[in-house]
C-alpha cells in the first residue's frame, strides 16, 4: 500500500493493482480508522 497525505487529501494506492486510487481528507480517513478501532463496523451486511 502506498500513503500520501497533504493537508487537504490522503491518497492511498493499493501495490497490486497501482492504477487504483483512493482519496480522501484527513477527517474522513480519522473519522473511519476511530469507527474501526469502536468495532463500529464488526458486522455483516446480513446483519
Do not use: H, K
Amino acid at each position: 500500500m502506498g500513503v500520501a497525505a497533504s493537508d487537504l487529501a490522503v491518497l492511498l494506492r493499493e501495490s497490486d493493482e497501482p492504477g487504483i486510487v483512493l482519496t480522501t481528507t484527513p477527517a474522513a480517513l480519522r473519522a473511519f480508522i476511530q469507527a474501526v478501532r469502536a468495532g463500529n463496523l464488526d458486522r455483516t451486511l446480513g446483519d
